[in-house]
């Protein structure tokens, strides 16, 4: 490590700066699933059940697509670092392209999604509703790629209030038109399931307009001339977001996977262990959400910056304050959880009858579960500043071997071999993301070693 002081302010700061208004932004997005849930849930059951399974679909496609546009922070980051702000509209430009280009395979398996779903031995009338939600839904697909690279954009420019606006903006605009379109008020038609899906593209639509508008038009961006030969392809730059996003893509769908193979494993345990492992990774999906990832997204822009202007003094500097500020935002939620576990428990499931039996699995597990959130964000910050140097093959590969081959393994002993249920589960991923870290911090540290791997 360089012979430096361990934290600057300076740096405090400026991530600080950067991710208060990305807590609130996330808070916002988490608010527009949380609307869909409520208002798809008074259509019943049946409507729910089907929302979701479209959804998991949708979800799995659209996380490739974002591992692959991921490298958008990356790049602009870079390009502001090493002062060549010109470059960053033909980046935006690009990520654009790409997420036209994306769009067309998802949009091929999305149109077929009744017959995927059929041969997956679904139930057909759930199938049915699945299809017709997802006849709308699927054109959200394209807004919602470049919605999301004008995130990482803006968040690379230093632009993180603007982006918790325009998402409020949203998920207000979001319940309004769930309102109005699922159930047909104020001389709307009542569509149901398919008004939740037109919602959806109406919003994202509404947003990638706004962005448009933004970069296009407003004095604070009218300088960076984003749309000039928009029509033309870079293939320099589109191969570079290949290049570096494939590892992220895959990454991301490994990661869930574990989780999804860890949910089958709590679901051999019983109901009520699956109900436990749901919860308690609820929990964590919005910590990561609305803690974890605003930090990772500030520390990645700023690694990015300071490794582009040559100061190599400064990166672990930028770690150490990007790990410290997750650590202090992590200790409200641990105190909380662990204090009130009982009451946490219960703010998902209810007081009634059937708590007593969820209680004695659940109630150990959230408390966990916030300490795991915990080690698996400090790991996610390292990796993240990892990508800020364009390190990505390895990261990824240290990651989905520290889950698959330690994580899960030391899960099934723990789990099944000793006995300790769900909670052993969650032990091994603990143990997997706790090496993935540590794997991280060496690489991280092997890195900043070699000066010529940062150029």
């Known amino acids: 490590m360089p012979k430096s002081v361990f934290l600057n302010t300076s740096e405090l700061r400026d991530i600080l700066t950067l991710s208060l208004p990305l807590i609130a932004g996330k808070v916002g997005d988490i608010l527009i699933g949380v609307t869909d849930t409520i208002m798809l849930g008074r259509l019943g059951p049946d409507a729910l059940g089907a929302a979701g399974l479209a959804f998991s679909v949708y979800r799995f496609i659209l996380m490739i697509g974002l591992g692959i546009l991921f490298p958008t922070i990356i790049l602009v980051?870079?390009?502001?670092?090493?002062?060549?702000?010109?470059?960053?509209?033909?980046?935006?430009?690009?990520g654009l392209w790409l997420s036209g280009i994306l769009f067309i395979p998802g949009a091929i398996i999305l149109w077929n999604l009744e017959g995927i779903l059929l041969m997956a031995g679904q139930a057909p009338e759930l199938v049915r509703m699945a299809g017709n939600y997802m006849d709308y839904f699927m054109w959200a697909m394209f807004p919602e790629f470049t919605f999301n690279v004008f995130i990482a954009a803006f968040i690379a420019m230093g632009r993180s209030g603007t982006l918790a606006i325009i998402i409020w903006f949203a998920a207000g605009l979001n319940a309004t038109l769930n309102y109005l379109l699922i159930f047909g008020e104020f001389g709307?038609?009542?569509?149901?399931?398919?008004?939740?899906?037109?919602?959806?593209?109406?919003?994202?639509?509404?947003?990638?307009?706004?962005?448009?508008?933004?970069?296009?038009?407003?004095?604070?961006?009218?300088?960076?001339?984003?749309?000039?030969?928009?029509w033309r392809p870079n293939r320099a730059i589109l191969g570079q977001f290949f290049r570096l996003g494939w590892p992220e893509a895959f990454e991301m769908v490994m990661k869930n996977g574990s989780y999804l193979i860890a949910a089958l494993f709590s679901g051999w345990l019983g109901v009520q262990v699956l109900a436990a492992h749901t919860i308690g990774y609820q929990i964590f999906?919005?910590?990561?959400?609305?803690?974890?990832?605003?930090?990772?997204?500030?520390?990645?822009?700023?690694?990015?910056?300071?490794?582009?202007?040559?100061?190599?003094?400064n990166i672990w500097l930028t770690l150490n304050s990007g790990l410290l500020l997750f650590f202090l935002f992590m200790l409200i939620p641990i105190m909380v959880i662990e204090s009130f576990s009982p009451w946490v428990v219960m703010a998902f499931v209810g007081s009634g009858p059937e708590i007593q039996a969820l209680l004695p699995i659940a109630t150990p597990l959230v408390v966990f579960v916030a300490f795991?959130?915990?080690?698996?964000?400090?790991?996610?910050?390292?990796?993240?500043?990892?990508?800020?140097?364009?390190?990505?093959?390895?990261?990824?590969?240290?990651?989905?071997?520290?889950?698959?081959?330690?994580?899960?393994?030391?899960?099934?002993?723990?789990?099944?071999?000793?006995?300790?249920?769900?909670?052993?589960?969650?032990?091994?991923?603990?143990?997997?993301?706790?090496?993935?870290?540590?794997?991280?911090?060496?690489?991280?540290?092997?890195?900043?070693?070699?000066?010529?791997?940062?150029?």
């Open 77 to 94: 980051s870079r390009a502001r670092g090493a002062g060549r702000s010109r470059a960053v509209p033909r980046i935006i430009r690009q």
């Open 188 to 230: 709307f038609p009542a569509m149901g399931m398919a008004g939740a899906g037109l919602a959806s593209v109406i919003v994202f639509s509404t947003v990638h307009i706004t962005f448009f508008l933004l970069l296009a038009f407003h004095r604070s961006f009218r300088s960076t001339v984003i749309f000039r030969r928009a």
């Open 285 to 313: 999906i919005v910590i990561s959400l609305v803690i974890l990832m605003p930090i990772a997204d500030a520390t990645i822009t700023r690694i990015g910056i300071v490794s582009a202007r040559g100061k190599q003094a």
């Open 372 to 455: 795991y959130s915990l080690i698996e964000g400090l790991c996610t910050v390292v990796e993240q500043a990892l990508n800020g140097l364009k390190d990505m093959k390895v990261p990824a590969l240290i990651t989905v071997l520290a889950y698959w081959v330690i994580g899960l393994p030391s899960g099934v002993v723990f789990g099944f071999g000793m006995d300790l249920g769900v909670l052993g589960i969650w032990w091994g991923l603990g143990i997997g993301a706790a090496v993935a870290g540590m794997g991280c911090l060496i690489r991280f540290k092997w890195m900043t070693r070699n000066p010529l791997q940062l150029t």
